[in-house]
């Protein structure tokens, strides 16, 4: 259910800040325990997202739904390197990683928790209200306030509500660069890639998808050592060295949250989940 501003004087037992898969599963669990849940955010869905898309075992098994109408590929080869020396190849007995488009994933996760019965509304939180006893009140970039026995920030990396919440707190981000590139005559679509310290303090990747390979560089380190840095160039190298070409479409560069076991993860009656926690 889309919910519209009118409906939204009701109280909530539970608001949930970022409809990615961190919000849209905490949604349908609470939901199909029978809470009145609410999920904001600022983007229509669907929308892009710059992600591998590569899902583990161990998520399929915490995930309470079947995703596998939206899984793309499924890899059961593995290629590591230590930074392009020391490669090592191999096949496991089982599935390793089962690849999506986030754009998919993200809209199935969703479409979800809209089924177990939570409601949906496109609003930007700008402000909030989490020192009383009772209650939080989340307040929109309009004016319109929510209120809620509860809050799940799960509002990514650069979470607004982490920000308002604890302005001094510094919580530790790597950096990406990711693109799309056609898929290689050559390269096996049951291999997922990733090539230790291609980055001071980071690593490479290709996940093969159907029709291309998602190709990627990240670190810890935002700043230039070694001679590199995060950077379009830089992931042109690596593709270069990896495809034989420079040919990446749809590049993008973006935060990732880290240091989630250092980071605060409630205040409260806010919990914080996913990219938001670090």
């Known amino acids: 259910k889309v919910t519209t501003q009118l409906e939204m004087k009701k109280i909530y037992n539970v608001v949930i800040v970022?409809?990615?898969p961190a919000g849209s599963s905490?949604?349908?669990?609470?939901?199909?325990?029978?809470a009145r849940v609410l999920i904001v955010d600022k983007a229509c869905f669907p929308r892009e997202k710059p992600c591998g898309g590569g899902l583990t075992v161990k998520t399929l098994k915490a995930l309470r739904?079947?995703?596998?109408?939206?899984?793309?590929?499924?890899?059961?080869?593995?290629?590591?390197?230590?930074?392009f020396h020391q490669i090592i190849k191999d096949k496991a007995s089982g599935?390793?990683?089962?690849?999506?488009i986030r754009r998919d994933f993200d809209q199935f996760c969703l479409d979800q928790a809209l089924k177990a019965g939570a409601e949906f509304a496109v609003m930007n939180i700008t402000d909030i209200n989490f020192k009383m006893a009772d209650r939080v009140v989340l307040i929109?970039?309009?004016?319109?306030?929510?209120?809620?026995?509860?809050?799940?920030?799960?509002?990514?990396?650069?979470?607004?509500?982490?920000h308002l919440m604890m302005p001094d707190d510094k919580p530790l981000y790597?950096?990406?660069v990711e693109g799309k590139a056609a898929f290689p005559k050559d390269y096996d679509p049951h291999c997922l890639t990733v090539d230790f310290f291609v980055m001071p303090h980071?690593?490479?990747?290709?996940?093969?998808?159907?029709?291309?390979v998602n190709i990627g560089i990240g670190s810890f380190k935002a700043r230039k050592e070694k001679g590199k840095k995060i950077s379009k160039?830089?992931?042109?190298?690596?593709?270069?060295?990896?495809?034989?070409?420079?040919?990446?479409?749809?590049m993008i560069g973006y935060p990732l949250a880290g240091g989630g076991d250092r980071n605060k993860m409630s205040q409260g009656r806010v919990l914080f989940v996913g990219d938001a926690a670090g």
Request: glycine residues 8%.
């Open 18 to 20: 970022g409809a990615g």
């Open 174 to 176: 790597a950096f990406a």
């Open 233 to 250: 160039a830089s992931l042109l190298e690596y593709c270069q060295k990896k495809l034989g070409h420079k040919e990446i479409y749809d």
């Open 95 to 100: 599935p390793l990683s089962y690849m999506t």
């Open 140 to 162: 929109s970039e309009d004016a319109t306030e929510i209120e809620a026995s509860f809050v799940v920030a799960a509002d990514g990396s650069k979470s607004r509500l982490r």
């Open 202 to 212: 980071g690593y490479g990747w290709i996940f093969p998808k159907k029709d291309h």
């Open 65 to 83: 739904f079947d995703v596998s109408d939206i899984v793309c590929q499924v890899c059961d080869h593995i290629s590591l390197s230590n930074n």
């Open 26 to 34: 905490a949604a349908y669990d609470l939901a199909t325990a029978g």
